[in-house]
């Protein structure tokens, strides 16, 4: 019975001290840019307990390992993909730089005590390395102006990548209704067999007035590769307005034309006034012969 209860103290006693060495939290981002870095970060609390080596270990092969008991703390170990910044590593972090596509895969931080029971505890993340896209997506197919009743057929190209961007078209900041959309496709890239992948996506409609809010129509293509890409290409169309012309009309003064009936009226009133003034001045002559014989 004494040994039993020996047995099962010493199991208990092993049992509370392996917990004693915990992983706090493992700070590993899940996504990184080719060609740029990644920072590996390994928070653990050892309860009590002396450190007797940190790990780090990609699909299942180490590279990085401190042991501060060690004369040489740090100690690094060639792997494919991995390059470790030995300057701003510490035991905490590990820097790794000029990532590639080998460099995706699962990281694993392991955390050992010391002696005598070397009691081990690890957490584990995967990486995916992207390619991202130089530069921002091209359109295609721009007119100098749409008028109402005009067919638009444009093109959003990205740039190569891996993996593939995810092309939205928005029209004046709002989504392209779906029958608007063609697409998308994804097209084998022979400038950059390492990211393969160009997306394509179009848009197809007949311009309509409800386009044009205040007059004015906005297009933009967006390409995201989330968390780490995101650009867009926009363009903008003003509506063109009719312009309302003033012309000046001089007055024009219309004369109404005189009928021979009228005309014979006028020259017979004429014929009278003429008789009247001469009857006038004969009987004024008569009237000055008169006076002068007297």
Request: net charge neutral.
């Amino acid at each position: 019975m004494r040994v039993i209860g020996l047995v099962l103290l010493l199991l208990m006693w092993k049992k509370d001290y392996a917990n004693s060495v915990r992983i706090v939290e493992l700070r590993v981002s899940t996504h990184a840019a080719e060609g740029g870095e990644a920072l590996l970060g390994c928070e653990f609390d050892l309860e009590g307990d002396v450190l007797y080596s940190l790990k780090w270990y990609k699909d299942n092969r180490e590279f990085y390992r401190y042991s501060p008991l060690n004369d040489q703390p740090v100690t690094h170990f060639s792997t494919p993909g991995v390059i470790v910044d030995l300057i701003r590593s510490t035991n905490n972090v590990v820097a790794l730089k000029n990532l590639t596509q080998e460099s995706a895969g699962v990281y694993r931080c392991e955390v050992t005590g010391e002696a005598p029971n070397f009691m081990s505890v690890s957490s584990e993340k995967r990486i995916s390395v992207y390619l991202l896209p130089k530069g921002r997506p091209k359109i295609f197919g721009l007119q100098k102006q749409y008028e109402i009743g005009d067919k638009l057929l444009l093109n959003c190209t990205s740039p190569p990548s891996q993996p593939e961007a995810q092309l939205t078209w928005l029209l004046n900041e709002r989504p392209a209704p779906e029958e608007y959309l063609m697409g998308p496709w994804y097209k084998i890239s022979t400038e950059h067999p390492e990211a393969p992948m160009r997306a394509k996506l179009k848009l197809n409609f007949i311009v309509r007035p409800e386009h044009y809010v205040n007059g004015v129509m906005t297009l933009r293509c967006r390409a995201t590769i989330a968390p780490l890409y995101h650009q867009e290409t926009n363009c903008t169309y003003y509506l063109n307005t009719p312009t309302v012309t003033t012309t000046l009309v001089a007055p024009s003064f219309e004369f109404e034309q005189m009928t021979a009936e009228d005309n014979n009226i006028g020259n017979s009133a004429i014929s009278e006034i003429s008789l009247k003034i001469q009857r006038s001045y004969v009987l004024l002559w008569i009237i000055l012969i008169f006076f002068t014989l007297l």
